[in-house]
């Protein structure tokens, strides 16, 4: 709610604390009490904004977002998820009576899928809405390395939402979401703050930055055994590949049914 009344006269929000897009209306949910997402979107609707658009970049779909502005004609909550995850809702055919554009993708999501996605359909769905708010819900769980998905995204991707977004709107507030490989998050996140304040990511990190990469900890194997990249630069290697057919085939479905 805070985040919402920074950015109403306009600017830039990023709370890598918020994006809890599980909980609902009644009960906490999926590791989320409050649903800050759904808090800040009514905070900006009680100030007067008719026109909002969400974006979940998680690797889960937003199920208490889309269950708290099912039908609503003055959001657009645009998901991308992995398919037959938990919470197992958001289905390519849910619109959420016409406020949802759901996209569940298969594993192994790559960075030219992504740039599709971006190009073929969160850019022009956006931009077609007219957004005075976005909300950028930008889930670290989605790249290759966190264990609680199989996507494989590198932190390039979502670099290169923030900064296609950012220019859309008068008032984007950027929320960080999921995210349990604490490297993959720390990198990525950082990463975010530099794309808003366009400060180019550093090829190799300073000592100092290092160790504090390199005092982080983890219970996983993976967290002994470590690449070293972890720890000497921010961005992932690029994880390009092809674009799947049926991933081309159900963005044009969704455009389809939406005239777009
Ligand atoms: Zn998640």
């Not at 009576?97 to 996209?103: D, E, Q, R, S, V």
């Not at 390199?214 to 674009?243: E, F, Q, V, Y």
Request: aromatic content about 8%; overall charge negative.
């Amino acid at each position: 709610m805070l985040g919402a009344e920074l950015i109403w006269n306009g600017g830039i929000v990023f709370n890598p604390a918020g994006g809890t897009h599980h909980g609902l209306e009644s009960r906490a949910n999926g590791f989320c009490y409050l649903n800050d997402p759904v808090l800040a979107i009514f905070r900006l609707l009680d100030l007067g904004l008719e026109r909002i658009v969400y974006i979940d970049i998680d690797a889960h779909h937003c199920d208490g977002v889309e269950a708290a502005f099912h039908g609503s004609s003055m959001v657009r909550i645009i998901s991308i998820h992995e398919a037959r995850r938990w919470p197992f809702t958001g289905l390519l055919e849910d619109d959420a009576g016409g406020a949802a554009w759901n996209l569940p993708v298969d594993r192994g999501l790559n960075d030219d899928e992504f740039q599709a996605i971006l190009e073929g359909m969160i850019l022009p769905v956006t931009k077609a809405f007219h957004p005075q708010a976005i909300i950028l819900q930008c889930g670290a769980d989605a790249v290759t390395e966190d264990p609680l998905s199989r996507l494989a995204l590198s932190n390039n991707a979502h670099w290169r939402a923030v900064s296609s977004l950012q220019h859309l709107t008068p008032r984007f507030l950027i929320l960080g979401g999921g995210g349990y490989n604490p490297w993959s998050v720390g990198r990525l996140w950082s990463g975010v703050w530099a794309t808003l304040n366009g400060y180019e990511i550093p090829s190799h990190l300073t000592e100092e930055q290092q160790s504090i990469l390199n005092a982080l900890s983890w219970n996983r194997k993976t967290g002994r055994d470590r690449p070293t990249h972890w720890a000497t630069t921010l961005r992932d290697p690029s994880n390009p590949g092809p674009i799947r057919e049926e991933l081309k085939s159900d963005i044009q479905k969704l455009r389809t049914r939406n005239s777009l």
